[in-house]
């Protein structure tokens, strides 16, 4: 599996960093996880088969996270090159088709003249989708929004794990156990009283008990020093570090 990461940062905008996103490749799955700001053009910009993408996994329902999703599919119907006929399938989670049914109502879409099918699930925590054979999504809610997902897919042995937004939470941390990657939100160098999401030690904390291989940190709402942020995540964390930034590239 590839992971390349569209978008690091947050709904703040920055020069350096789209707002959330990221597209996985595998043998048989082409999957975008997020659609922030920034996140569709990005698709372009590092040469990925966005034409031929097989799923699009929503972790929840804020700007920063899905907000150009209808760019997305507006592209599908008047920017593919190439034909298709193979569906593309949206996951998600309860409030996954009432927000699809939305935009193209709100903004004229036309979804219905694809010509290709879209199919949309929405995932409840506990679930586990197929993506294709060998290939398993899981979800499990998050402490951020009432409906928030971190996803958890396996692939022939190897496992990417993502947290999408979440306070610090011992059962999200257990459900990504053994994970090859941990794709981890790191929002604030230090705790927030009131504010779900983490911190650097949190994070750091969360991949430790997770026994992640490696760990890849993004969503900073801070400005991000690399070589000292990695030196305060090595203060709770064993593993391989990686400081998240648009344009990287993954292999599992």
Not at 100 to 128: I, K, M, V, W, Y
Not at 174 to 183: E, N, T, V, W
Not at 221 to 227: A, K, N, S
Request: glycine share 10%; proline share 4%.
């Amino acid at each position: 599996m590839k992971l390349t990461i569209l978008g690091s940062g947050t709904v703040v905008p920055n020069g350096a960093r789209n707002s959330s996103g990221y597209f996985l490749e595998g043998p048989s799955v082409r999957m975008m996880v997020d659609c922030g700001a920034g996140t569709v053009h990005a698709l372009a910009r590092y040469s990925l088969p966005w034409e031929a993408m097989t799923h699009i996994f929503i972790s929840h329902f804020h700007a920063d996270h899905v907000g150009e999703l209808a760019s997305l599919l507006f592209a599908f119907k008047w920017g593919m090159k190439t034909p298709r006929a193979e569906p593309l399938i949206l996951l998600g989670p309860s409030g996954l088709d009432r927000l699809l049914q939305g935009l193209d109502q709100a903004l004229g879409l036309r979804l219905h003249e694809l010509t290709f099918p879209l199919e949309c699930r929405e995932l409840s925590p506990g679930d586990q989708y197929e993506l294709a054979e060998g290939s398993v999504l899981s979800v499990t809610q998050t402490p951020h929004t009432n409906v928030s997902l971190a996803v958890r897919i396996d692939q022939g042995g190897r496992s990417i794990c993502y947290t999408g937004d979440t306070a610090y939470s011992d059962e999200v941390a257990a459900f990504f156990s053994g994970a090859d990657l941990m794709i981890s939100e790191c929002s604030f160098e230090e705790p927030r009283s009131g504010v779900r999401h983490l911190s650097v030690g949190e994070a750091s904390t969360m991949a430790q008990q997770a026994q992640a291989a490696r760990l890849v940190v993004t969503h900073f709402y801070f400005e991000v020093d690399e070589v000292d942020l990695a030196s305060k995540l090595r203060l709770g964390y064993s593993g391989e570090i990686l400081i998240g930034r648009d344009g990287m590239c993954i292999e599992i």
